[in-house]
Nanobody, 122 residues
Framework: QLRLVESGGGLVQPGGSLRLSCAASGFTLDYHNIGWFRQAPGKEREGVSCISSRGGSTNYADSVKGRFTISRDVAKNTIYLQMNSLKAEDTAVYYC???????????????WGQGTQVTVSS
């Protein structure tokens, strides 16, 4: 089944960087569109970024454009989210999930995992 495991979160100061990893369990990631999502306390889960199965198309939420980069390492069967210039408002639990498509409202094909906590604070 489509199972993904997130890692790489932690505590970082404003302006710092983190790289999140999304590793596949039991399937090949490059056959799927993979999205990153986040949920902050008291808020709904929101889409952050997505990379297509072909690897040539990516998109980002307006709030992270220019700061976050999504990428794929086929050999390691892993999707990454490089987060630079982090802000306090980036604090959230981050999740990755297989998506039916990268455009429009997300239709999730994998189950939600535990996510990885990102805390941006001085």
């Amino acid at each position: 089944q489509l199972r993904l495991v997130e890692s790489g979160g932690g505590l970082v100061q404003p302006g710092g960087s983190l790289r999140l990893s999304c590793a596949a369990s039991g399937f090949t990631l490059d056959y799927h569109n993979i999205g990153w999502f986040r949920q902050a306390p008291g808020k709904e889960r929101e889409g952050v970024s997505c990379i297509s199965s072909r690897g040539g198309s990516t998109n980002y939420a307006d709030s992270v454009k220019g700061r976050f980069t999504i990428s794929r390492d086929v050999a390691k069967n892993t999707i990454y989210l490089q987060m630079n210039s982090l802000k306090a408002e980036d604090t959230a639990v981050y999740y990755c999930a297989a998506r039916l498509r990268c455009s429009g409202s997300p239709v999730i094909l994998s189950s939600w995992g535990q996510g990885t906590q990102v805390t941006v604070s001085s």
